[in-house]
């Protein structure tokens, strides 16, 4: 690569630096979420409260029907976990027209109950992605990283469909590769070589391997 001019050395330097905090703000906030203020403040953050736009939607968010009451409800408390409440969940999460920023605040709280109702979720459907999805997002809010790996993993161990479990496999990567957390290589190694799994996984790593190489270190 040809030499770049102060200016541009200067702009990848910031923009490295840059991704590095962003990184490391996230980490804290995953892994410290009741005290990451006052470790951001460690590091030299001043911490000020800003309204954002789907804070603000979240916060106005009220039930618009009778399901998504007895979801909140259930969410509050003041309901037990049912099959029904399951079925509730998934009504409203995949309607027409559903109350996202009402659901949405739940995950960004880590509500212990909607944690609750995913795992009983997957304990009926070990497999479903949209679950799997629903907990990787939970995830962004509540470092449970063990539970995570350990529900791709056993979907990945049951499902028959080689198409979706490919689609599981590199879900379960984009889950946990922020993490620092190698998903293929932990798949790789409970698939026998030459069978069909394992020739996916392999192939999703010479994949991820190829992509790695443009988008390696910068070069000046």
């Known amino acids: 690569m040809g030499k770049k001019g102060k200016n541009g050395i200067l702009d990848d330097y910031r923009k490295l630096r840059t991704e590095m905090m962003f990184e490391k703000v996230s980490e804290i906030i995953r892994n410290h979420p009741e005290g990451y203020v006052a470790k951001l403040k460690e590091l030299g953050f001043e911490y000020c409260e800003e309204d954002d736009d789907e804070g603000i939607e979240e916060r106005n968010a009220t039930p618009e029907n009778q399901m998504q009451q007895d979801l909140v409800a ?4 003041e309901m037990e976990l049912a099959d029904t409440t399951l079925e509730t969940f998934f009504a409203v999460r995949d309607s027409e027209c559903p109350n996202l920023p009402l659901i949405r605040k739940y995950f960004r709280t880590a509500n212990h109950k909607l944690k609750s109702l995913l795992l009983y979720g997957l304990d009926r459907y070990p497999a479903r992605i949209d679950l799997l999805s629903d907990l990787a997002y939970y995830h962004e809010f509540e470092n449970i990283l063990a539970i995570l790996i350990t529900h791709y993993k056993s979907a990945c161990l ?5 198409e979706t479990f490919t ?11 922020p993490d620092g957390y190698e998903a293929l290589y932990a798949l790789r190694d409970l698939f026998e070589p030459e069978t069909e799994k394992r020739k996916i996984i392999d192939s999703l790593i010479a994949e991820e391997e190829e992509s790695e190489k443009f988008s390696g270190p910068i070069k000046f």
């Open 167 to 177: 689609e599981l496999a590199r879900d379960f990567y984009y889950a946990t590769h």
């Open 158 to 162: 049951n499902e028959m469909n080689l």
């Open 74 to 77: 259930y969410f509050e408390g």
